[in-house]
């Protein structure tokens, strides 16, 4: 059965601003709590900050980006969460866009695939309580985590192409998916993860996907909603790849028809309620097995109370 769950819709710039979708979680039929890579107040000290305020829900992080944190540090952050909240943990990792690779490495990745597959040998080695020992081309670790009993914690990717797909299916926990429309995952992102788990022998890691959405109101225009949310995503080459993939033609040249491109090839999801709840069920067609929703662009162009109240509907639509 699909779950549900709720994205921060916000970077925090205090901890104290995530215990409404916090709350939201604990009292709801949501699943878990995502959030994202934060520049301001740090991912996991969010979780641990709403456990320690007494919201000790299941979280997941999606994506850390790679070039912040190595591989040991990353397990033990995760751990140290799951730990803080009593509830198992998604991590999901990525190596982000290869300019800010360069910005704090120097120079990106050669190959993001190895970088990827390296990394994740070494977290998930080391949450499992194995002794690790891999010398890789881009990272290094030689030993374990102190052993302590914890909630597991379940490794995840960030995934938009059939390559980072396929190596989701022979490594990862969780295949972790933004702006990707409910037809792509079924024809592309799925099959490649049941390839990549096939040629591995291993069973087929789970589906979350982000799913940017908002109601249709009279006071609205969807891509306007779509390009408030999403502005960034659209100027990096990895995601317009994915997308262009996916039968949307995004030009990069007209912010604004980009975003209604996404509106017009399911990406950004809008409708009346019943709609939307229809095509949320896509999803679940496709075999996706957790739907993260997603009210950014609410909540940048109509503020928090509204972005709120997006939330708690559709959550009860969807009940």
Sequence with gaps: MTEYSVM????????????????????????????????????????????????????????????????????????????????????????????????????????????????????????????????????????????FPAPRVDVGLGVLRPGMARLAGEVADVAITWLTPASYLRDVIVPALREGAAAAGRPVPKVTAMVPLALRRADREAGEIALAGNAMHLKFPHYTDMLRRAGILIEGVDPAADA?????????????????????RAYADADVDEIVLNVTGVLNLFGPQAALNEVKTILKAVA
């Design 8 to 147: 921060v819709p916000f970077v925090a710039q205090r901890p104290e601003q995530v215990l409404q979708y916090a709350a939201m979680v604990q009292w709801t039929n949501a699943e878990r709590l995502w959030q994202g890579q934060s520049m301001l107040v740090e991912s996991h000290q969010q979780g641990a900050f709403a456990a320690g305020m007494g919201f000790r829900v299941p979280i997941g992080i999606g994506v850390s980006l790679m070039p912040l944190s190595h591989p040991y540090q990353a397990a033990v952050q995760a751990r140290s969460l799951a730990m803080s909240t009593g509830h198992p943990v998604i991590a999901g990792f990525g190596p982000g866009p290869t300019v800010f690779q360069r910005s704090m490495l120097g120079r990106p990745y050669r190959s993001q695939l190895t970088a990827v597959r390296e990394y994740v040998q070494i977290v998930r080695g080391l949450l499992d309580g194995d002794t690790v020992d891999v010398s890789g081309e881009y990272f290094c670790f030689q030993g374990g985590l102190y052993d």
């Design 260 to 280: 209604r491109a996404l509106v017009e090839g399911g990406a950004f999801l809008s409708g009346d309620l019943d709609g939307l709840v229809k095509r949320l």
